[in-house]
């Protein structure tokens, strides 16, 4: 098990996890910890990079997406928050503050990372322009209760 071997390898002590998630070149794995911090690890336990102040203690990470190439990171909260990274600078690139009293149940990057896709808990998927700090650009309204997941998409 490649999660088992990379917390049995971690060179720093390491908090409650809040959430976790691959990348999908399979080279590392983000960490979110209670203290807000994002730890990007490899398979050898070595932290590679992190991004502090993400959320704060009482919030919990709902789902976090990788755009192609690395280029964005999005973080949905469970208290309706989104957040998206700019991964060159590490820096908060825009965020969706409450976009509903419901958690973020899933989100995606279409490969051109040019769309954030944001499926909230209560039926509602929202698409949101990368380019223009986060424009919404379509909102769906009860499109399906429960959505856990989003596969990647074509513009």
Partial sequence: ????????????????????????????????????????????????????????????????????????MAVGLNEGTVKVYDLATKQLKFQCQKLADCIVSALDISLDNKILAVALGDGDLRLFDLQTDGLEIYYFENVIKGIECLCKFIQ
Avoid: M, W
Avoid at 15 to 33: F, L, N, P, R
Avoid at 53 to 59: A, E, N, P, S, T
């Fill in 1 to 72: 098990n490649k999660l088992a071997f990379i917390f049995q390898n971690l060179t720093y002590p390491i908090e409650e996890i809040k959430g976790i998630v691959y990348s999908e070149d399979q080279k590392y794995v983000i960490i979110a910890t209670d203290s807000g911090l994002l730890r990007f690890v490899d398979f050898e336990g070595k932290e590679i990079h992190r991004i502090s102040g993400v959320y704060d203690g009482h919030v919990r990470v709902k789902s976090i997406a990788l755009s192609n190439e690395y280029k964005y």
